[in-house]
């Protein structure tokens, strides 16, 4: 069946850099562009990242501009974020999406403190 996994989120202090990686199975991950959102408590869910089915195109929240890298590996059907320069207002649960088809991983939380 259609699946998103990801992995990878934990406690990390400020400052500090965290990979997360979605694994899509159940569908052709090479022909569809993928997102990273995030929801904080009490917050909507927000989008922080999208790559383009070929990985040539990205765009990012202005908020995490110049510290998140969204990528692919679409030999592995896995998308990647890497946040560096943490801060706590990056306290979050992460998705990962498929959005043309309004699919979503289960999440996976971050939190930035001390």
């Known amino acids: 069946q259609v699946q998103l996994v990801e992995s990878g989120g934990g406690l990390v202090q400020p400052g500090g850099s965290l990979r997360l990686s979605c694994v899509a199975s159940g569908f052709t991950f090479s022909n569809y562009a993928m997102s990273w959102y995030r929801q904080a408590p009490g917050k909507e869910r927000e989008l922080v990242a999208f790559?383009?089915?070929?990985?040539?195109?990205?765009n990012y929240a202005d908020s995490v501009k110049g510290r998140f890298t969204i990528s692919r590996d679409n030999a592995k059907n896995t998308v990647y974020l890497q946040m560096n320069s943490l801060k706590p207002e990056d306290t979050a649960v992460y998705y990962c999406?498929?959005?043309?088809?309004?699919?979503w991983g289960q999440g996976t939380q971050v939190t930035v403190s001390s």
């Open positions: 790559i383009s089915s070929s990985g040539a195109g990205t």
């Open positions: 999406k498929v959005p043309s088809r309004g699919i």
